[in-house]
């Protein structure tokens, strides 16, 4: 079982940034943020493989996120700048029983509780 514990997230105005983290029990997997807004569906935000090598974003976020990872801390962080009220969401961390990257909820196991993310006009 692993367990996946984010932190960060908050409210923020438009424009400003804030980081997220996951830190996650032992083991080798690839990880993601998803993100909830209210009345939708959860969507794929970004991705990161096992070693760090390989990152995926969604189009809405790119150039604007980066996720990265500290394997000796276990933890993967969501580092978001330029935020915009669209951003407002739950954001989860997931992990997969894989080192391989993928951008699909079904593919991931292990999810967190989630964090609160609001972006102010």
């Known amino acids: 079982q692993v367990r996946l514990i984010e932190s960060g997230g908050g409210l923020v105005q438009a424009g400003d940034s804030l980081r997220l983290s996951c830190a996650y029990s032992?083991?080798?997997?690839?990880m993601a943020w998803f993100r909830q807004a209210p009345g939708k569906e959860r969507e794929f935000v970004s991705t990161?493989?096992?070693?760090?090598?390989?990152?995926n974003y969604a189009d809405s976020v790119k150039g604007r996120f980066t996720i990265s990872r500290d394997n000796a801390k276990n933890t993967v962080y969501l580092q978001m700048n330029s935020l915009k009220p669209d951003d407002t969401a739950v954001y989860y961390c997931a992990a997969r029983t894989s080192t391989v990257v993928a951008t699909t909820s079904a593919e991931y196991i292990y999810w967190g509780r989630g964090r609160q993310v609001t972006v102010s006009s």
């Open positions: 990161i493989n096992w070693s760090g090598s390989i990152t």
């Open positions: 032992g083991g080798t997997y690839a």
